[in-house]
């Protein structure tokens, strides 16, 4: 088995493990406990993936990726099985559950980074590294969709220690699987020179003046926290909009996953098309966003259930295929650019921005307590109107071509 497959399972059971043990905790901890106090420290803990995640990427520029995802992988495990040993111990099974999720949140701080540079090291040229981004990027995708799925049969089948048993053994499968995998010749394993005397403002500082993340990342960071916004608020507003329709949330998250399964088979034969339509990453931008706009509109001129449900899948099947796309084009245009010595820091930084969004619009969405169409309409605006000014900025385009 090729290496970068071997990878990209080991990604997609480690993560589907990590969503089943989020899905299961945060059930048990509110419906079976009922403790929604422990359910927010529970979920606030990802904070902490987000703030360590700079240092994560400073780290992967020093040492070689592969090991920081083989140890990071054991580590797991080997938390888990302190897990164990402690709750027959103490018996103190919801302290013992907010710090493994703490021990967890710092770890995949650094794994994260590493498995999302990782691509280059395994690329010969441009065709492979598209498609180990592809593999990579499909494996995190499907992973949402079977890690809850995984999480839902936890929840119906097994009690508390069994469900975390079944979690344990898929992340000791995963990490068996990179167990043996040898370093890349040319893998980095030496920081640039002078990185380890600067601080990570400075580093950060150093990311910003990357002409394609000086030039994108504004507008990028409005669509994202639009998007959020816009994602936070879909389980009030579907059940208000399609009460014969309960599954509709649900809905949403299988259809990114199989349009990120379409985009990535498309890709495995098309790979060394996707930098050629680099040009055109502002009009996917737009694509993806279209059918999220029109779902309210469509929603206000239609009363029949069915239809509206049926809309609702054209549209987030809209968005996963033309968001795949998009993201596969910011990111190789980055592992094209940055030095491989930067490479983590530098991913680090990216993610770490983009990701503390979602918390931002976790915040704004609380505000909202009936979203209406019109509203809805309103918060998908930015997702349209960006990728419209980004159109006619030509250093877009220039920005994302390698040079």
């Given amino acids: 088995m090729k290496t970068i497959w071997k990878l990209a399972i080991n990604d997609f059971v480690a993560a589907t493990a990590s969503m089943a043990f989020s899905v299961y905790t945060i059930w048990y901890l509110g419906a079976v406990l009922h403790d929604q106090k422990m359910v927010a420290v529970f979920g606030s803990l990802s904070i902490i993936n987000i703030l360590l995640t700079p240092l994560g990427g400073r780290f992967a520029d020093k040492v070689a990726k592969i090991t920081i995802i083989k140890y990071a992988s054991m580590l797991r495990c080997l938390l888990f099985a302190l897990f164990f040993i402690s709750y027959y111990v ?4 919801v302290l013992l559950l907010i710090a493994l999720n703490l021990l967890l949140s710092i770890l995949g701080s650094f794994y994260g980074p590493a ?3 990782i691509a280059p090291d395994y690329a010969t040229d441009e065709s492979e590294l598209i498609h180990n981004n592809s593999l990579i990027s499909i494996a995190t995708q499907v992973a949402t969709i079977a890690g809850a799925a995984l999480g839902g049969v936890l ?9 975390y048993a079944v979690v344990l053994g898929l992340l000791i499968g995963s990490a068996l699987l990179v167990l043996f995998i040898k370093k890349p010749v040319e893998a980095a394993t030496a920081p640039v020179v002078g990185t380890s005397k600067r601080s990570l403002w400075k580093d950060l500082k150093i990311t910003l003046q990357i002409p394609i993340i000086k030039r994108i990342l504004p507008y990028a960071a409005i669509v994202n926290l639009s998007f959020w916004l816009y994602w936070y608020l879909m389980p009030l507003y579907l059940s208000q909009q399609l009460p014969q329709y309960p599954i ?3 809905v949403q998250d299988l259809i990114i996953g199989v349009s990120a399964l379409l985009g990535g088979l498309y890709l495995s034969k098309h790979a060394n098309k996707l930098m050629k339509m680099a040009k055109n990453y502002p009009k996917f931008l737009l694509l993806q966003a279209l059918g999220l706009g029109l779902l309210p509109v469509s929603f206000q001129l239609m009363s029949n259930q ?3 449900f049926g809309f609702l899948i054209i549209a987030w099947l809209g968005y996963g295929i033309f968001s795949f796309f998009a993201n596969m084009i910011f990111v190789t245009a980055i592992q094209q650019q940055v030095p491989g010595k930067m490479l983590g820091l530098v991913m680090g930084i990216v993610f770490a921005i983009f990701g503390s969004l979602a918390p931002i619009a976790s915040v704004i969405s609380g505000f909202f307590a009936r979203p209406s169409n019109g509203l809805i309409l309103l918060i998908a605006l ?4 960006i990728p419209i ?6 250093r877009i385009g ?3 071509v390698a040079k």
Avoid at 155 to 161: Q, R
């Fill in 90 to 93: 103490t018996h103190q099974l």
């Fill in 115 to 117: 498995i999302e540079s």
């Fill in 155 to 163: 929840i119906m089948l097994f009690d508390v220690v069994d469900a």
């Fill in 248 to 250: 509709a949330y649900s």
């Fill in 306 to 308: 069915t239809m509206r």
């Fill in 382 to 385: 930015p997702m349209i109107i």
């Fill in 389 to 394: 000014i980004m159109n006619f900025d030509h």
């Fill in 398 to 400: 220039k920005s994302l």
